[in-house]
Antibody, heavy 123, light 107 residues
Framework: EVQLVDSGGGLVQPGGSLRLSCAAS????????MVWVRQAPGKGLEWVSG????????YYADSVKGRFTISRDNSKNTLYLQMHSLRAEDTALYYC????????????????WGQGTLVTVSS | DIQMTQSPSSLSASVGDRVTLTCRAS??????LNWYQQKPGKAPNLLIY???NFQSGVPSRFSGSGSGTDFTLTISSLQPEDFATYYC?????????FGQGTKLEIK
């Protein structure tokens, strides 16, 4: 069974740092790109960051560029999101998701999701 | 960034109704459009990818269509488990933006 388990969320003060993890199982992790998507309380979905299967390419939303870093350890089947300089507006439930598809064949889509980990930025 | 606009923002309907949800992109995204369903307290669930392709396990009452800038998700006969929020998402250009969602409620 394909499974993604998000962890690492918590309460952090503005300006603080946090590292989220996403443990993958049930599929060949090193063959898939991965993404982080967040959802502020009562709001919609926002794509935050993505990484290629090898880890050689990374992508960020403007709202987090320069503050967040996505990475992966294919030997540990784990995806990470290192977050620095956190702001109140970063408060959200953060989901990791598996990226499926190819750009040539209709684009990418997110077919498996973690359960989410809550990040609260507040003093 | 490509802006995705969904309409309506909310919709009340009854079991058995046929409903159509709309998603419009601010520029052409060909068929690089996905639909997700999200129930309260749960992660999103992929329904349709690349405009009209069914994700495995999705009931056939769901269908997607459209290309360019205008897309629709149709549920042919609403079932009780379909009452949820639906999001469209473009994968044409980074950042992969989502629509604001359509909340489908029981009438």
């Amino acid at each position: 069974e394909v499974q993604l388990v998000d962890s690492g969320g918590g309460l952090v003060q503005p300006g603080g740092s946090l590292r989220l993890s996403c443990a993958a199982s049930g599929f060949t992790f090193s063959s898939y790109g991965m993404v982080w998507v967040r959802q502020a309380p009562g709001k919609g979905l926002e794509w935050v960051s993505g990484i290629s299967a090898s880890g050689g390419s990374t992508y960020y939303a403007d709202s987090v560029k320069g503050r967040f870093t996505i990475s992966r350890d294919n030997s540990k089947n784990t995806l990470y999101l290192q977050m620095h300089s956190l702001r109140a507006e970063d408060t959200a439930l953060y989901y990791c998701a598996r990226r499926e598809g190819t750009y040539v064949m209709g684009g990418y889509y997110f077919d498996c999701w973690g359960q989410g980990t809550l990040v609260t930025v507040s003093s | 960034d490509i802006q995705m606009t969904q309409s309506p923002s909310s919709l009340s309907a009854s079991v058995g109704d046929r409903v159509t949800l709309t998603c419009r992109a601010s520029q052409s995204i060909t068929t690089y459009l996905n639909w997700y369903q999200q129930k309260p307290g749960k992660a999103p669930n992929l329904l349709i990818y690349a405009g009209s392709n069914f994700q495995s396990g999705v009931p056939s009452r769901f269908s997607g269509s459209g290309s360019g800038t205008d897309f629709t998700l149709t549920i042919s006969s609403l079932q009780p488990e379909d009452f949820a929020t639906y999001y469209c998402q473009q994968s044409h250009t980074i950042p992969y933006t989502f629509g604001q969602g359509t909340k489908l409620e029981i009438k």
